[in-house]
């Protein structure tokens, strides 16, 4: 890497907190924020559900034109911003970038659109003027723009639900190229908004089932039998290591090491030897060797497949890693998909200075075969000296990343 | 459905449109929507879309000039819809 690049500031809100301080509390005190949600045509479904408040960066008549990823992205944006302390007049607006990871974009626009006309027999004169606006592919980071008067570039990274890593690393990487000097980036998801997401996921077999909201995400165990769909949001604050000492920032790690890489085997299931070298690439970039991280966020989404091959292609870098601890964010928050990878990031991040890691909850039964030796189950641990944090992102269409992130000393 | 009706029920969908607005004040007269709640052409739109939805009619492009204020814009609705 040319340039150092340091993380400065984060907005986020997720199903379990709507700042970091709530969400590091809540993560810490084993808090779900899974819970019954109703769906339009599918009724109670589980579900991550974010609460933070859509006016206080927005009118409501923005929010009306708007979508719900563009408003999870507004509010994400100005809390980054506020919690950066950067003052945004004193900034060349042009040399700032929005750079926002996406899953999809589009999907819970057009399913409302369509429905909304369904009354009128489907006649298309009644198609909303607002329509295109909304379900064009930059829009969530096209709205942030158009409310922070941003004229910087601005664009979505579709990329899966290994979207939410791919706009940190995106951000990063047009730092070091010396195209902005600010990168606002991350992820956002709306999916929940759309009965086609999870009626796909059924269909697949592979959505979460449990009486109890709470326990319906359980990566790595025994029961575990799908994905908690989600909505969420994380972005961050990226400044070149100068830039931000220069202004005194504080800086919550250095970006060290990532990787991105595919698969090209399947649609759907993921693989394991590309996973493998995903990180193997991150570490390498960080100049490390892998037994120095001490905490291994993992993607694992809840699936037999999906967790057990992650835990494989950890087991083959790691070894036992008697040093490395494991951890998982989904267990808490269900799959936020395009927001995942940063907002399980953000999670980990205040670990390098109150020392602990979160669990993984619902651990009742590790399984086995997914080949983990030492996650965090049952309450936080307490450690000395947590320097670097990796986070696994993988999503559809066999995308790979990883990140990892260096306590700045 | 008397004026007043419809006139009720176009203040309801420009408020609906324009949420932050106080629409309360809008009278039968022709003074233009601009002037009184800041209209824009984007919230134009959402009106005329939302008038045709509810009374399910068709309001053309060429029409758009009798909905600028809400006297000329009951005067068209009254005529439409009596002619429904």
């Known amino acids: ?409 | 459905m008397t004026r007043e009706d419809i006139m009720k029920s176009v203040i309801t969908i420009i408020q609906e449109v324009m949420p932050e607005k106080d629409c309360s004040s809008i009278q039968d007269t022709d003074v233009p929507f601009v002037n009184i709640v800041d209209m824009d052409s984007m919230d134009f739109l959402d009106v005329i879309m939302a008038l045709q939805k509810k009374y399910l009619i068709e309001i053309p492009d060429a029409d758009f000039g009798n909905m600028r204020n809400m006297k000329s814009t009951l005067d068209y609705l009254e005529t439409k819809l009596a002619s429904k």
């Open chain 1, 1 to 409: 890497m040319n340039s150092r690049i340091v993380i400065t500031g984060i907005g986020l809100t997720a199903p379990n907190g709507n700042n970091l301080a709530d969400f590091r509390k809540s993560l810490l005190e084993g808090k779900s924020g899974v819970t019954l949600f109703k769906e339009k045509l599918m009724g109670d479904v589980l579900a991550g559900v974010c609460n933070y408040d859509e006016n206080k960066y927005q009118t409501k008549k923005e929010r009306r034109r708007g979508t719900r990823a563009a408003s999870i992205g507004i509010y994400c944006a100005h809390e980054a911003i506020k919690d950066s302390n950067i003052i945004l007049a004193e900034y060349d607006k042009a040399k700032i970038g929005i750079y926002v990871g996406i899953t999809e974009h589009g999907t819970v626009e057009a399913e409302e659109e369509i429905l909304s006309i369904k009354d009128y027999k489907y006649n298309v004169k009644y198609v909303s003027h607002l329509f295109n606006p909304k379900v064009i592919a930059n829009n969530p980071a096209g709205e942030i723009a158009l409310n922070l008067g941003i004229t910087g570039p601005h664009y979505t990274l579709g990329a899966a639900c290994a979207a939410g890593n791919i706009g940190i690393i995106h951000g990063a990487q047009m730092l070091m190229l010396g195209d902005v000097d600010i990168a606002i980036c991350g992820g956002v998801s709306e999916s929940i908004r759309t009965f086609l997401c999870f009626a796909s996921f059924k269909n697949e077999g592979a959505l979460a089932n449990h009486c109890e909201p709470a326990k319906a995400c359980r990566p790595f165990d025994l029961e575990r039998n799908g994905i908690v769909v989600s909505e969420g949001g994380c972005l961050y604050i990226l400044e070149r290591l100068d830039d931000a000492l220069a202004r005194k920032a504080t800086i919550y790690g250095e970006l060290v090491g990532y990787g991105i890489n595919t698969d090209a085997t399947d649609y759907v299931a993921p693989d394991r030897t590309r996973q493998e070298q995903c990180m193997s690439k991150a570490i390498y970039r960080a100049g490390i060797q892998p037994h120095e991280i001490i905490i291994i966020n993992t993607h694992a989404t809840s699936t037999p497949l999906g967790d057990e091959t992650e835990g494989k292609a950890i087991y083959n870098i790691f070894g036992k890693h008697d040093n490395v601890y494991i951890t998982n964010t989904k267990s808490y928050i269900g799959h936020t998909m395009g927001a995942a990878g940063a907002l399980e990031l953000a999670g980990e991040l205040p670990s390098f200075n109150d020392g602990f890691v979160h669990h993984t909850l619902n651990l009742d039964n590790l399984d086995t075969k997914c080949l983990i030796t030492n996650i965090v189950r049952n309450e936080p641990l307490k450690l000395d000296n947590i320097k670097y944090i990796m986070n696994n992102s993988f999503g559809m269409l066999g995308i790979n990343s990883t990140v990892i992130i260096k306590r700045y000393e």
